[in-house]
Nanobody, 121 residues
Framework: QVQLVESGGGLVQAGGSLRLSCAAS????????MGWYRQAPGKQRELVAA???????NYADSVKGRFTISRDNAKNTVYLQMNSLKPEDTAVYYC???????????????WGQGTQVTVSS
């Protein structure tokens, strides 16, 4: 069974940095695009950054120049380096994989359990 497990959230002061990781486990053959979403209290979940299997990236305007998404295909892991954090970045951050192929199955739209990021002013 495929699972996405996030780590790296926490409490940081404004201007600080955090690095989130999301590792996919299971008998994985390939993963298409992976991304990070976030959801703040009372708001809809929004895309923060995404990366294709080939390494092409896109970012929400609000994080461009501050966040960097990367992935290690050999480890089935995606990262989100967050610098110059602001209080408005406070949210639960979720990892997503849009298509995962294992040796037995192809599945779509996998989500991690979420990790809390809190930025204090």
């Amino acid at each position: 069974q495929v699972q996405l497990v996030e780590s790296g959230g926490g409490l940081v002061q404004a201007g600080g940095s955090l690095r989130l990781s999301c590792a996919a486990s299971g008998s994985i053959f390939s993963i298409n695009a992976m991304g990070w979403y976030r959801q703040a209290p009372g708001k809809q979940r929004e895309l923060v950054a995404a990366i294709t299997s080939g390494g092409s990236t896109n970012y929400a305007d609000s994080v461009k120049g501050r966040f960097t998404i990367s992935r290690d295909n050999a480890k089935n892991t995606v990262y989100l380096q967050m610098n110059s954090l602001k209080p408005e970045d406070t949210a639960v951050y979720y990892c997503n994989a849009d298509r995962i192929a294992t040796i037995l199955h192809i599945g779509y739209d996998y989500w991690g359990q979420g990790t809390q990021v809190t930025v204090s002013s």
